[in-house]
């Protein structure tokens, strides 16, 4: 979802224009002698700046597609972890196997292994604990390497479907860990554009938002306070973000 900077920034970019077509429609009579100022210099400004708002919003774009891509590559892990446990108690595991496979399978679904001691003394501190939910995408990916680790070097694990073959599993988490990687390298393409389109648009001496604001003290000093071309283009905001 786009943010109000990015709401705002596309403001500023359509204002500017709209700055720069009031400065066109004067003809000749705008002249100005600094080199930004200038109608080429402006309409110069305004290509970098619509350009680089675009591509702030095509990267959000490429992060929704890459967070929907790794929403479903994640779906269904917790029931596959309940089946993974169900076939290994199926087979000649040790218990102590099966134990250990009730862990990862508890951290999977984000269940606590035991119950927080609540005082009876009202007056004294709840014990302080790790959160039980363990539920990060990282975590989960973790926890299924611990799954499968632990899988692969049980000789009695054998299964006939295909999905829960070892091997199969070790696809699925090659997913996992593509598509987690995708979303992290989404995040850092959208905040390096916006890092350039604010730079353009805001931050730089020679940005949009300044140069709007010369723009206006020029025409003012040409038609005057009152005139009606300087009323044409005073009301038109630019804002910093």
Do not use: C
Request: net charge neutral.
């Amino acid at each position: 979802m786009a943010s109000k900077s990015e709401t705002g920034n596309a403001i500023n970019v359509a204002n500017f224009y709209e700055l720069i077509s009031f400065a066109e429609g004067y003809g000749s009579t705008y002249n100005p002698s600094k080199d930004r100022l200038k109608l080429p210099q402006l309409n110069t400004l305004y290509t970098e700046a619509d350009a680089s708002q675009n591509n702030v919003i095509t990267q959000i774009t490429e992060e929704d597609n890459a967070i929907n891509a790794r929403r479903a590559a994640f779906e269904g892990l917790r029931s596959l972890s309940t089946r993974l446990l169900n076939a290994l108690i199926a087979t000649d595991a040790s218990q102590e196997t099966i134990e250990d496979a009730k862990g990862f399978n508890r951290k999977m679904q984000g269940k606590r292994a035991s119950k927080i001691e609540i005082p009876l003394d009202p007056n004294l501190p709840t014990p302080k604990t790790k959160s039980s939910s363990q539920q990060s995408f990282d975590q989960m990916i973790e926890h299924f390497e611990g799954w499968i680790s632990l899988l692969s070097a049980e000789p009695s694990y054998q299964p006939n479907e295909e999905d829960l073959k070892v091997a199969s599993l070790k696809t699925r988490l090659e997913n996992l860990i593509v598509t987690d990687k995708a979303v992290a390298n989404a995040k850092t393409r959208i905040s390096n554009a916006r890092i350039a389109r604010n730079k353009i648009i805001s931050l730089d001496d020679f940005g949009v938002v300044n140069t709007a604001g010369d723009v206006k003290k020029y025409v003012k000093s040409v038609y005057g306070a009152t005139s009606p071309e300087f009323g044409q283009v005073k009301g038109i905001k630019f804002v910093k973000f």
